[in-house]
């Protein structure tokens, strides 16, 4: 509201189709009885209507734009793009962020707010180095409880399902999450379509459904107001409902080979259940052998509700980057400190530059080498 009565345009990114409207559809409501125009812009749209969209964004006609990777496109410009939210920024590349804030006019960059639960390693050393402004919120809504996570072999599925059965019985509903859609020869995974099939079988008495991404947003949203409605009882999906998905009564999930999974991906999935009052659970099923890095990301989601805590340990395992290039993760090139061991250090120095003179940094060596070109922030 701020960036619009500046008589700017605001956009917020999402990384799915279903998470978008979400947003779009309780945002438009708000805003329309203000007079504020919002509209949505994602990859599924007919030509018509996309073309109305996007003349009505560079028009400036649309105020607020809610868009997937869309929004991205080349061919998308905005009149004065002043304010951009990247909702759960961890699915979004250094570049795709880069090339958003940077639609805003006269050269200049958009303001920028970056959310999510578990922040990529990246995006955590940038905090610790006093690149971002961060605000926590750190406590669950009221009612709400904490998600007991469960580690279990895949060797006792059999007793999963009869678990699951319980559950259903309660009248309540479950997530069966898989990482493919279909079989694969080159992966040994239980992809998501037979595992449909299965649980169809075994839990006769209940509707099951499958959620993946090459369905159309229809679609999507036609299974998923059925599972919101409770008619259906089990959702087995690929990671689409990683994100956005609310359903207060589904109380228990299931991640199908948890140990090839990371752990952000694991943190969001796990955060589709406890959204109501009832008590809820996450079950990691993995298969053997498992490496030391599996072992030691389950080891961190059994043990942790916290997505901070499990960012920093994703921090530990996969490194934080390049903070001033596009790699998001690997080991730090860093000279003369390590965001991790050396925070003590880096907020005394974060301390001593406020009182040093602006250095020329493009004299400087050691920034020097972590440039292939000059960028736009040194043009």
């Keep these: 509201m701020h960036a619009v009565a500046s008589n700017a345009q605001a956009a917020i990114a999402a990384p799915t189709e279903i998470l978008a409207q979400q947003h779009f559809n309780k945002l438009q ?26 003349e009505s964004i560079q028009s400036g ?9 869309a929004l991205f496109q080349d061919s998308i410009t905005f009149k004065q793009l002043g ?34 639960a578990t922040p990529i390693p990246r995006t955590l050393a940038q905090t610790y180095l006093a690149d971002l402004t961060v605000s926590y919120l750190n406590e669950k809504p009221p009612g709400r409880k904490p998600i007991i996570t469960k580690l279990l072999a ?14 259903l019985q309660q009248g309540q509903q ?18 998501a379509q037979t595992t449909a099939e299965e649980l169809t079988s075994q839990l006769a008495n209940h509707q099951v459904a499958l959620l993946h991404s090459k369905l159309d947003i229809q679609t999507k949203q036609t299974i998923m107001q059925l599972f919101t409605q409770n008619k259906i009882h ?19 999930m299931v991640i199908d080979q948890a140990e090839r999974f990371g752990l ?37 989601m059994h043990q942790s509700n916290d997505g901070f805590y499990l960012a920093e340990i994703d921090l530990q395992i996969r490194g934080p980057g390049d903070l001033l290039g596009k790699r998001q993760s690997g080991l730090p090139e860093l000279r003369y400190a390590n965001p991790m061991t050396d925070q003590h250090l880096i907020a ?13 940094i493009k004299t400087e060596r050691h920034i020097q080498r972590w440039l292939t070109s000059t960028p736009w922030w040194l043009s």
């Design 264 to 300: 952000a991906q694991l943190h969001q999935l796990r955060g589709r259940v406890g959204r109501g009052s009832l008590q809820s659970t996450c079950i990691l099923l993995y298969g053997t052998p498992l490496s030391q890095t599996a072992k030691t990301r389950l080891k961190a």
């Design 61 to 69: 006609q649309a105020q607020i734009v809610i868009g997937t990777h």
């Design 174 to 191: 479950v997530y069966w999450v898989c990482p493919l859609i279909e079989e694969s020869e080159k992966l040994d995974l239980q992809a």
């Design 348 to 360: 005394l120095a974060r301390k001593l530059a406020a009182q040093t003179p602006t250095p020329h």
């Design 29 to 54: 409501p708000l805003f329309n009885t203000i007079g504020i125009k919002v509209v949505l812009l994602h990859g599924r749209l007919k030509a018509k209507e996309k073309n109305q969209i996007i």
């Design 154 to 167: 895949h060797t006792k599925r059999e007793q999963l399902i009869q678990a699951i059965q319980s559950e």
């Design 83 to 116: 304010f951009v939210v990247l909702d759960e920024q961890h699915r979004f590349g250094v570049a795709q962020r880069l090339n958003l804030i940077s639609k805003a006019n006269n050269n200049q960059l958009a303001h920028q707010l970056m959310m999510s």
């Design 234 to 252: 089990v959702l087995v999906s690929t990671t689409v409902i990683e994100v956005g998905v609310d359903v207060p009564n589904a109380s228990l």
